[in-house]
């Protein structure tokens, strides 16, 4: 739910997150791992798939809330390692073990669907546009590695629509480092008072946007709200790009 503060004028500038902001790219995994797992579920057998699936996503969360940045160039990789380790949980619970093999065709498997059910949020590229109608600056600020961001960019025609692109593994530095947002507005010209960070991390684009004087705003595309006991508080909550198009007058 939108907050009830009175929406500023468009700024000079945005920076905008890709995944989960202006593509569904990320969100809901454990849908996706129910998914892959009835998929390998005569494999999986004795074992239900749900309860792999649970497993598989547990050890996820857990090695992404302490992954060092250089495992988001390596999604590929650490999908593996994530699907190995669930297994391993499982069979440390005295579950029959489940082979390094079927681990990894899981992963890579989940890895095709993912790409395969990206789609631009309804919206998104007309609110875009109508941002840079309105003479707004425009940089799209993604984390992750450079051709597997760079092709979505294309396939999901982003290049023409921004005055800047940058995407980590490209420069070398990525979300939450403080000269992530500093290079962006360099790129585009302007400063921390004339930008806002729109994008659905957080940490990447609330905490640190706010210390730079950035204004920050969070989208809840799956309406969920703050995390219990979170003491973030974004400038702004929205559920899509399209609210903050301005009215035409």
Known sequence: MAMSTAMPPLPRAMLIDMDDTILSAYGRPEIAWNTIAEEFADELAPLPPQQVATAVLAFARNFWANAEAAWRMKLGEARRLTVRGGFAALAADGHPALSDDLADRLANRFTTYREEAIFVFPGAH??????????????????????????????????????????EGEHGFGKPEERAYLHAMEA????????????????WEVVTPQRLGIYSIWIDVHGDGLPEGSAVKPDRIIRSLTELVPDPT
């Open 126 to 167: 007309d609110a875009i546009d109508a941002f840079k109608a309105r003479g707004v600056k425009l940089a799209l600020v993604t984390n992750g590695a450079a051709d597997m961001q760079r092709a979505k960019v294309e396939r999901f025609e982003l290049t023409h629509r921004f005055d800047h692109i940058q995407i």
């Open 188 to 203: 585009l010209g302007v400063t921390a008072k004339d930008t806002w960070m729109i994008g659905d991390n957080l940490e």
